[in-house]
């Protein structure tokens, strides 16, 4: 491989300064950072048009309250709908409902429900307004804490904004709880990896218990 400007080619090692690329047939970015859990975001307009759709920065970011929060690149329906709400749900997407959850990437119009073009049901909630995948295994009702644009390190503003909400209720399937603890193998969670269209799911018998000192 030829080095570009400002890529390095040393020994084993790669070295690039992404403010000048990559210099590489696709991004490794996602597939470092991976494999990533779907944020399979629902919202609700006020108008009453239902929204679904993936994100793949999603996260949990604190126990209490338990608050999570996914990354939108620019100000896309779902951002829309829960600024005006303050209200969302987070469903597991599952590798059952991997073509649902893919189907709900496509880019519509706000009007369209995401729902119906994917054959799911939307079930009310019990907290919120705004309803989940009722097909979904897990599905956290969330209130909308913070909408906090990220900004490069010179403070430059960029397009995406980070959607922090408190999880105010928690559907489990009760199959997955064996216990009393959720088991998230057999919940077999779908995975974000890298390059355009590479997932992962995780196997029971992969599992690495480790205690902490």
């Known amino acids: ?12 090692r790669y070295f690039y300064e992404p403010a000048v690329g990559h210099g590489l047939p696709h991004s490794p970015f ?9 944020g399979w975001i629902s919202s609700q307009s006020t108008d009453g048009v239902l929204n679904l759709a993936p994100y793949s920065f999603f996260n949990a970011f604190n126990y209490e309250p338990p608050i ?10 779902s951002v ?22 893919n189907s709900t990437a496509a880019v519509v119009p706000p009007d369209v429900d995401e729902f119906q073009l994917a054959g ?9 307004s705004a309803p989940h995948v009722a097909e979904a295994k897990a599905v956290f009702e969330c209130r909308l804490t913070q909408v906090v644009p990220l900004v490069s390190a010179s403070g430059e503003r960029t397009v995406t904004r980070m959607v922090f909400g408190e999880v105010v209720g928690v ?8 216990d009393g603890i959720f088991h998230t193998a057999q919940a077999d969670p779908l995975l974000r990896g890298g ?7 995780i196997r029971g018998e992969d599992l690495l218990r480790m205690h902490r000192p």
């Open 171 to 178: 559907h489990i399937e009760r199959s997955l709880l064996k």
């Open 68 to 77: 999570i929060g996914f990354a939108s690149n620019g100000a896309k329906d």
């Open 120 to 128: 799911l049901s939307p079930r009310a909630s019990r907290t919120i």
């Open 1 to 12: 491989m030829t080095p570009h400007p400002g890529h390095s080619s040393t020994g084993d």
């Open 80 to 101: 829309r709908n829960i600024e005006a709400t303050g209200e969302f749900c987070w469903n597991l997407a599952s590798g059952d409902l991997a073509q649902q959850m």
């Open 195 to 201: 390059g355009p269209a590479d997932y992962f799911r």
């Open 30 to 38: 996602n597939a470092i950072i991976a494999p990533r859990p779907i």
